[in-house]
């Protein structure tokens, strides 16, 4: 059973870079696509990006010129890093496989999430 | 950009039906998915592809479309499925996925 899990640092000061990792167990990182997807307190889901373990990554363009997402097979860990972190910034961020069909996708399963505050 | 639109609450008495649409552009050419969250939980999905469900998501949960609205269906409704309902397609014109703003269902 496919489980990942979220880690990341908890609190982040303004205009500094919020780095998280997500770690997969029961399942090799390559052979999943991967999002990410984070939820500001009270509000909806925003996606943030997607990857896949061949490099190949898409981001909101609104969040695209701060936003990397990175994999490391050896770890089978995906990394966000964002930087210039505002208090618009805070949120839960969840990472997610993302089951593809036909060109069209679904985040089937997620990790519990983790919150960061920018303050 | 693609927008999906869901009403932000929604009520339900137990035992009776809950109804949470997702409106969008001609969604009915679309994939939809949707996930329930309950309180200080991830998403979890209880649709996916308009109408399927994840091996151990209740029957009593069933999603359609028609034209520009999709609609999540809850059956019986119990105090347990009290949460956010959040409705998610994929924009193939830019190629990533759209959330709607979610819908909070309240059982009476």
Not at chain 1, 10 to 29: D, R, W, Y
Not at chain 1, 38 to 66: C, D, F, H, M, V
Not at chain 2, 82 to 107: N, R
Request: hydrophobic share 35%.
């Amino acid at each position: 059973q496919v489980r990942v899990q979220e880690s990341g640092p908890g609190l982040v000061k303004p205009s500094e870079t919020l780095s998280l990792t997500c770690t997969v167990s029961g399942a090799s990182i390559n052979s999943y696509y991967w999002g990410l997807i984070r939820q500001a307190p009270g509000k909806g889901l925003e996606w943030i990006g997607n990857t896949y373990y061949s490099g190949s990554t898409k981001y909101n363009p609104a969040l695209q010129s701060r936003v990397t997402i990175s994999i490391d097979l050896s770890k089978n860990q995906l990394s966000l890093k964002m930087t210039s972190v505002t208090a618009a910034d805070t949120a839960v961020y969840y990472c997610a496989s993302l089951l593809m069909v036909r060109g069209r996708g679904v985040f089937d399963i997620w990790g519990q999430g983790t919150m960061v505050t920018v303050s | 950009s693609y927008v999906l639109t869901q009403p932000p609450s929604v009520s339900a008495a137990p035992g009776k039906t809950a109804t949470i649409t997702c409106g969008g552009n001609n969604i009915g050419s679309r994939s939809v998915h949707w996930f329930q969250q309950k309180s200080g939980q991830a998403p979890v999905v209880v649709v996916y592809f308009d109408s399927d469900r994840p091996s151990g998501i209740p029957r009593r949960f069933s999603g359609s479309k028609s034209g520009n609205t999709a609609t999540l269906t809850i059956s019986r409704v119990e105090a347990g499925d009290e949460a956010d309902y959040h409705c998610q397609v994929w924009d193939t014109s830019i190629d990533h996925p759209v959330f709607g703003g979610g819908t909070k269902l309240t059982v009476l």
